[in-house]
Every structure is written in C-alpha cells, then in structure tokens.
C-alpha cells in the first residue's frame, strides 16, 4: 500500500511509488497579472462571497508557482483563462498563447464568451493548437445554450477539443449553474468532450448521471473530497461506486494556485477515497495523458 503524501515535499515520492511518471493537472490557474490580482482580492473577501474564508496557499510570483508545480511533479497543466465580461476573451487567449509559448510544460489553454466575434478568435485558437478550452457559467453569468454560442459548440464537438467547464452552483450558485443548462447543451452537440469541473459540485449526482450517459464527458476533481469542500458540499459515499466505474473518465485537477490548503491535501483526499491505486494511476495520470498525448 502506498501511503498518501504527508506534504509538497512528499508528492513526488507519492506518485514515483505509484509507478507513475509524474501528474497531469487539468486544471491550474495562470491569468495576466492584472486579472489575476483582481481574482485574489475577491478570494480575500471571501467570506463576504461564500461564508468562508478563503486563504489563498499559493498566492505567490509567476516563477515561483511555476517552481512549486515542477518541484510537485506535474508535468502538464492548463492554465484555463476566463473573461466576466464580453471584450475580454480574446486578448486572454492572446497572453495565455504567448504564455504557453514561454512555457512549454503548458498545456495551451483559451476560452471563450457568447460575443458575435467567438467564432472567429475560437477558430483562431484552435489554429494555434489550442489543447483545452475554458468556460465558467456562474462568474460569465451566460446560459451555455446561447445561440451566440451554437457555432463555436458545433465546431467544438467536431474537434473534440477538451473543454473544462464549471458550471456545478458551488461555490456559488448562478443563474444558470447546474445539470440543466448542461443537459440542453448536450443533446444538442452529443459528442463535445466536456470536462465537468469540480465533479459539479455540489450537484455531484446529476453530473455523474451526465458522465455516464454521454460518451465524451468526463469529470475534473477540482477541490473534490477535501477537507474545505467536505465541509461545505459533501459527497455522498453512496455514489462512490459509480465515481469508480467512470475511472477512465475522472481527471486530476486542483485550481492552484488560489487553494486554501497545500498541494498534498487534494491528492491525499483523493487517496482517502478508497478506489485503489489502479483508479489513482488512471486519474492521476493516464487519463490526462491521454486526453492530452502526453508522453510518459
Ligand atoms: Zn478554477
């Protein structure tokens, strides 16, 4: 039995006795600095947001969390842009392009907002090789089903472009949140491969129910099952059955840097889980590598 890791310090050697090669984390956070210190003075009023605070762990230079990422071994990640308003999307693409130009363990990341130009930039993207893209429904305050957003789904499902969206009402609940949205936005392009962040917290059993139906959509851990979120949006063991039979479909995600506990704690929460060690090799790793053809 490989024990869970202790600290950061510790991740390494938790991943290495697991015979893996290192991570893969489908979703981190790199933003402009500008955007970015805007998202962590909303996390320091976080209580007034959502009842608790929020101590960001990570709160730190640009190289800096790029060394704590290296130092954890987490060979490929996102860095999952995200605008709240239109006008927005298309220079974050632009500066996290040239971030993923600069850093080449990025997996190139952009999103998009329902704006009469999103076809356009998110055709541009995709010739740029974008990997992943990034939607959030509760702070982007938009109905996934806009038809402004049609076109760029239809080509999304033809690409079969991962898409890490967070569109579960917790923390916060939007407007639009929810499996419902989801559900429309599904029967109508079946085939988008749709990563649920936050296993949909908290409506983690409509979201399972999505994951099973359709074949491309899989579930990111994203805070999932640790201490914070256990407390606030719990899980119930009684669906941990069916989170082991989507094994091939779960990927490890964490949303550093702007986590109010260390690193370890995501993955020894995911550990405590009990699935065993071929459902951490497969969520830790191989799902992401291969979502993503990451060599080992
Ligand atoms: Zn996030």
């Not at 040239?98 to 704006?115: G, I, K, M, N, W």
């Not at 090789?129 to 996934?144: E, L, M, T």
């Amino acid at each position: 039995m490989v024990a869970p890791p202790a600290d950061d310090a510790d991740v390494p050697r938790y991943w290495r006795e697991l015979g893996l090669p290192g991570l893969v984390d489908v979703h981190v956070h790199f933003l402009p600095e500008r955007v970015q210190a805007k998202v962590w003075s909303y996390f320091a009023h976080a209580e007034e947001h959502y009842g608790t605070a929020w101590p960001i762990t990570y709160a730190a230079s640009v190289e800096e969390r790029l060394a704590v990422l290296d130092r954890l071994g987490v060979r490929a990640f996102s860095t999952l842009p995200y605008p709240h308003r239109p006008g927005m999307a298309a220079w974050l693409n632009d500066w996290s392009s040239e971030f993923a130009d600069a850093h080449p363990q990025v997996l190139r990341s952009a999103t998009f907002y329902p704006e009469p130009q999103a076809p356009a930039y998110v055709a541009e993207a995709l010739d740029r090789g974008v990997q992943v893209f990034k939607v959030h429904v509760q702070v982007g305050a938009f109905d996934p089903r806009d038809p402004l957003l049609d076109p760029v789904w239809g080509r999304l499902a033809e690409t079969g472009t991962p898409v890490v969206i967070h569109c579960g009402s917790g923390p916060l609940a939007g407007e639009h949140t929810g499996p419902e949205p989801m559900e429309g936005l599904l029967d109508r392009h079946p085939r988008l491969q749709l990563v649920i962040a936050h296993l949909g917290m908290p409506e983690y059993r409509e979201f399972l129910d999505l994951a099973e139906r359709f074949e491309r959509v899989h579930l990111d851990t994203t805070m999932f099952a640790t201490d914070f979120t256990e407390r606030l949006m719990p899980f119930d063991p009684a669906d941990l059955p069916r989170l082991a039979a989507l094994r091939e479909k779960v990927l490890l995600g964490s949303d550093f840097p702007a986590i109010p506990y260390p690193y370890a704690h995501q993955l020894a929460a995911l550990d405590r889980l009990g699935l065993g060690e071929e459902w951490l090799r497969a969520v830790l790793w191989h799902n992401g590598a291969r979502l993503f053809s990451i060599e080992a």
